[in-house]
């Protein structure tokens, strides 16, 4: 099977590999759309996230979806032909957190391509059959590739119990961004303010329903808020663009009694942070990571029309160019490339 390999910084190899057989409880899935996300353009361009550092080779790409071939022998529930969307965190299902219900916490989570696991720039996959969702037939599998984002955003409004009414403020308007205003307004949000530093992320956002949008590096964010909220603040601050200024500024945003989702990872783990700010106006500040129990919910909002996640897809690319489509997505402008497969 053909499969893209990241080989070194910034170099892709096509390779053929040999195609998976699915283990007793695994589905072998015909990938058909990969999204490209951020933390596989910062391993192509960087070879290291944080603490997570490549071992070439390495097959990126864990946003994915696709047509299920082969089943092994103890799955029940889906069958050859079935479209899936693939859940890529596999937790350990054995360990405290696991026990806990907060699988997503798991410290042996096997998560696609995050080193030193493979993830999805290839024709087949073989996955735990509990972790690929079906996809109803009004579901295209690229949303069901976009699920994994969208689920970064349900995770998050979840975290911030937004709630019907609700002024949520959304800062950074990159795909998480995006997909957190998504799952905002369909848990119920009636505001939406949106902040960025690219005016064409912006305009994007508004195009897409943003109430409100501002641009930081012309407008004072916490004016611009005690403005659209009679200086109330918003209920809910979304911080998605891990910006240490924005990340600050958050406790100016959010209302008295609010609640602040740290979902955008910081350059630097320490960010000056006004903590009395916090005490005094009681301020919940929860941290995001990843997502748990979100596919069914990605997948019946996606059924029900109540969310759009193909619409912040920029631009598609065969898996032979996955060079030139990972350069396309280094580009400020790009939001959300994806990777297609011939049927
Ligand atoms: N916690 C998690 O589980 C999780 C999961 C996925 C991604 N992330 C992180 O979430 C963040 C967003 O991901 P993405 O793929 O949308 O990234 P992105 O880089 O595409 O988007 C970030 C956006 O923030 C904007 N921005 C920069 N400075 C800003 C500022 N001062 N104020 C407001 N906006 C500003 C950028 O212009 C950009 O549009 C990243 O930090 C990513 O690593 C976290
Ligand atoms: C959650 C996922 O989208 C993120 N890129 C990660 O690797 O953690």
């Given at each position: ?37 951020g933390s596989d353009v910062h391993y192509y361009e960087h070879g290291r996230i944080g603490d997570y550092v490549v071992d070439y080779p390495l097959v990126l790409g864990h946003e994915s979806a696709g047509e299920v ?275």
């Open positions: 099977m053909r499969t893209a390999v990241l080989a070194e910084p910034t170099q892709f190899e096509l390779e053929e590999r040999p195609r998976p057989s699915p283990g007793p409880d695994d589905v072998l899935v015909a990938i058909r759309d990969v999204g490209i996300c071939v082969d089943v092994g022998e103890e799955v029940t529930g889906l069958e050859p032909g079935d479209r899936v969307a693939l859940e890529p965190g596999v937790p350990c299902r054995r360990c405290a957190h696991c026990k806990r219900g907060d699988y997503h916490l798991c410290e042996d989570v096997r998560f696609m391509a995050t080193p030193p696991h493979d993830g999805a720039f290839t024709e087949y996959v073989s996955w735990p059959a509990d972790f690929a969702y079906q996809l109803p037939e009004n579901v295209s599998t690229a949303e069901g590739a976009l699920c994994e984002p969208l689920s970064v955003g349900i995770h998050a409004c979840r975290r911030g119990d937004v709630g019907t009414g609700d002024t949520v403020l959304v800062a950074g308007a990159g795909p998480i961004g995006l997909l957190a205003m998504e799952a905002a307004r369909a848990a119920g949000a009636t505001d939406i303010v949106v902040s960025d530093v690219v005016e064409e992320k912006l305009d994007f956002a508004a195009e897409r329903g943003a109430d409100l949008t501002v641009d930081v590096t012309e407008t004072d964010l916490e004016t611009a808020i005690d403005e659209y909220t009679d200086g109330v603040g918003a209920d809910v601050v979304v911080e998605a663009s891990g910006a240490d200024p924005s990340i600050q500024s958050t406790v100016d945003a959010v209302r008295r009694g609010g609640t602040v989702v740290l979902v955008g990872l910081a350059d630097e783990a320490t960010v000056p942070f006004d903590v009395l700010e916090v005490i005094d106006n009681e301020i919940d500040v929860h941290g995001s990571f990843r997502y748990k129990n979100t596919y069914d919910a990605a997948i019946d909002l996606l059924a029900d029309d109540a969310v759009d996640v193909e619409g912040i897809v920029d631009f598609e690319s065969p898996l032979d160019d996955i060079e030139a489509a990972f350069q396309r997505a280094m580009e400020p402008a790009a939001i959300k490339g994806m990777i297609t497969f011939d049927p």
